[in-house]
């Protein structure tokens, strides 16, 4: 049997927040689930892909510091040609060299929002495992609910532990 991967659930009525309640963000890290919270009631429930190794993804309350649509990742993506072919993909910016005739293509990291120097929320490919060089990647659809609902300064806790109710943030 193949099973089809969680695309998350969005509770429509609590995420129009008619009454202006403040928004906030709980990453479990053992579930690889994102939850976006309007007040205290849940408005979406996303899974979510962080890193890959034990410590890439940072635990701890943060905020969210900028928001921009069209982000490109700095350290990974591509070597591609004048024409825009790629030549070589998945490449690290800081380790690996560029063939000759190319240069280097961020990887696209749609509705990025950082919550710290490193390390954000983005739009990004699922494997079903963790697989990231730390950043919270979400399905896109998800990504985009997360980034138009999300004001900048929103508090975010990520935990190690798995949460079936709100993280006290404050």
């Known amino acids: 049997m193949i099973q089809t991967q969680d695309q998350g659930k969005i509770f429509p009525k609590i995420l129009a927040n008619p009454n202006h309640e403040p928004i906030s963000i709980c990453v479990s890290l053992a579930q690889q689930k994102a939850f976006l919270y309007v007040g205290n009631e849940l408005g979406i429930k996303s899974p979510i892909f962080s890193g890959k190794r034990p410590g890439w993804t940072p635990v701890g309350s943060f905020a969210i510091l ?26 690290c910016s800081r380790t690996d060299s560029a063939p000759s005739g190319t240069h280097y293509e961020g990887a696209p990291m749609a509705h990025f929002m950082p919550i710290n ?8 490919y699922l494997p079903g495992y963790p697989a990231s060089h730390g950043c919270i990647r979400m399905p896109a659809s998800m990504a ?7 004001p900048l300064k929103t508090p975010v806790v990520i935990t190690p532990r798995k949460t079936s109710v709100k993280v006290i943030i404050s």
Not at 74 to 88: A, E, L, M, P
Not at 117 to 124: D, E, L, P
Not at 144 to 150: A, G, M
């Open 66 to 91: 900028a928001k921009e649509p069209k982000h490109a990742s700095t350290i990974y993506g591509n070597f591609v040609d004048s024409s825009g072919r790629i030549v070589r993909e998945g490449i």
């Open 144 to 150: 985009q609910l997360f980034y138009e609902n999300t």
């Open 117 to 124: 120097n490193k390390v954000g929320f983005h739009a990004g």
